[in-house]
């Protein structure tokens, strides 16, 4: 399964790896900030 994502993405837009960590950064973010509540 990821390595079919990855290659997909990297079909429509090859995005650094920095980027996806950024992505991933704020995605944990936003679920820690709701398991506050």
């Given at each position: ?9 990297k079909n429509l837009t090859p995005i650094p ?21």
């Open positions: 399964m990821r390595k079919i994502y990855h290659s997909k993405m790896l920095r980027l996806e960590f950024e992505i991933v950064r704020m995605l944990i973010r936003f679920s820690m900030k709701l398991f506050e509540f």
